[in-house]
């Protein structure tokens, strides 16, 4: 399919991940797809001190403003999932109706993930920001995985870009099962710079922005792994152009190919 703000809403492509449906061998694959988590609108109006509340039950140091509070598609209206980037975890948790006492049910902890990440990245880690996407990829029947996203940003003089790739890793696993992944891309610099050109110019900017989706297809053998299925979708919005002028690019590859996709002409 990211601080945790930034993450809080996932790309409006992205957060529709397709599904195939297979007939094999005389049956019906009913294809999975993935969870996504819904952001709670106003986490204040449900507990003022959530952020504090909350962080006192996940691993330590913990940041308050590094806290985003969700609920998972289906769930009962007591129930929560709390993803915090500092540290990188999600907690699910269920809030007492008559005591109002948060309660810590399951936590997913990726720390041990992140502290291998750093060490085999080095000094260049240090220029990502790590957060999770909200949502629960399927990895095989019963088995799910988040996205751990390693975002890079760059500023420009009137715009800027963001790039974000993908290493999904299971609720309770320290190994990630598909690595640098393209997840999301935006790009966005400045092509106006008189009064004359911003009053004349249909469009000021040159515009480009990506998102994966994932097809999911039946395991080679009973209660083996999906398999993954990539699309990436890219639109590209030039300079002086209309709203209309802009195009949408599908590309299918795999995770041998990653360096197919356009990525708003960001690191590969």
């Known amino acids: 399919m990211a601080t945790i703000a930034a993450m809080n809403k996932l790309p409006a492509i992205c957060t529709a991940t397709l599904a195939l449906a297979a007939s094999l061998a005389g049956h019906a694959f009913a294809a999975p797809s993935a969870r996504l988590l ?20 996940l691993p330590q140091p913990c940041d308050p403003q590094a806290l985003g509070l969700y609920r998972l598609r289906g769930a009962a209206a007591s129930e929560f999932a709390v993803l915090s980037a500092e540290p990188l975890a999600m907690g699910r948790v269920r809030r007492d109706k008559d005591t109002k006492a948060w309660q810590l049910e399951r936590l997913h902890d990726f720390s041990a993930y992140v502290a291998g990440m750093k060490k085999d990245a080095g000094a ?28 890079v940003s760059e500023m420009y003089s009137g715009g800027g870009a963001s790039f974000s790739k993908a290493d999904f890793v299971p609720l309770d696993g320290t190994s990630a099962v598909h690595e640098g992944i393209p997840f999301s891309c935006s790009k966005m610099v400045r092509a106006c710079f008189s009064e004359k050109e911003y009053k004349n110019s249909k469009h000021c900017h040159d515009e480009s922005s990506g998102s994966l989706r994932i097809a999911y297809e039946e395991p080679g053998k009973p209660g083996g792994p999906y398999s993954w299925q990539y699309t990436w979708l890219q639109s590209e919005w030039p300079s002086n152009t209309p709203a209309s002028g802009a195009t949408t690019t599908r590309l299918h590859f795999t995770a041998r190919t990653t360096e197919r996709v356009g990525f708003c002409g960001g690191p590969q």
Request: charged share 20%.
């Open 38 to 57: 819904d952001a709670v609108k106003k986490p204040q109006l449900v507990d003022p001190e959530w952020r504090t509340r909350l962080c006192a039950l």
């Open 124 to 151: 260049g880690m240090s220029e990502t920001r790590l957060s999770l996407a909200p949502a629960l990829y399927p990895v095989a029947e019963g088995q799910w995985a988040m996205a751990v996203l390693q975002t």
